[in-house]
């Protein structure tokens, strides 16, 4: 009659098993004390990211991500009038990043306060209108949209009469 030989029969067997279980338990120790243990780079690695750049992220700042949101309101049937100031808004913005619009004219960017932000255009035309935000030393462009300036209709005044009161 012959005997089975249980699977940890060997002394040798069970010494490989054992140290391979200490092996792993040892390494997944070391990458949970990774995890919490914050990198010396983190300026080197943190992205501000918006929604439509989600999956451009070059591979050394692909971690952390930090994602800022924000919106410009596009109504389409307005249309700023040069030498009227035009109130552009954010919409869905995240709070602490700065937000700026650069209205596409040549001027600087400007600074929204408030979600909002009023801008006078000097000369009709149409512009690409972007949006940024700038969050911890990092900038993004959300949006970009197209925008028509014109010239305020004329106004003729039409004198009726003089009025009198009797």
């Known amino acids: 009659m012959r005997k089975f030989a249980s699977p940890f029969a060997s002394k040798r067997e069970m010494f490989l098993l054992l140290t391979i279980i200490a092996i792993g338990i040892a390494g997944l120790v070391g990458l949970q004390l990774a995890q919490r243990t914050p ?8 992205m501000v990211q918006s929604a439509a750049q989600k999956n ?3 591979a050394p700042l692909a971690s952390p ?4 949101t924000g919106d410009l309101v596009n109504r389409d049937e307005e249309y700023p009038e040069v030498g009227q100031p035009f109130t552009f808004q954010l ?6 990043a700065i937000f700026e619009l650069d209205p596409g004219d040549g001027s600087p960017r400007q600074v929204f306060k408030d979600g909002r932000l009023r801008y006078t255009y ?5 512009y690409q209108i972007s949006l940024w935000a700038r969050f911890e030393g990092e900038e993004v462009k959300l949006k970009t949209i197209s925008k028509k300036v014109v010239v305020p209709p ?10 009198m009161d009797l």
Do not use: F, H, M
């Open 65 to 68: 991500i930090q994602r800022i």
């Open 122 to 126: 000097k000369k009709a035309g149409n």
């Open 154 to 163: 004329a106004t003729n005044s039409v004198k009726v009469g003089t009025l």
């Open 91 to 96: 919409t869905n913005y995240s709070q602490g």
């Open 39 to 46: 990198s010396a780079r983190t300026d080197e690695r943190t």
């Open 56 to 58: 451009e992220a070059p």
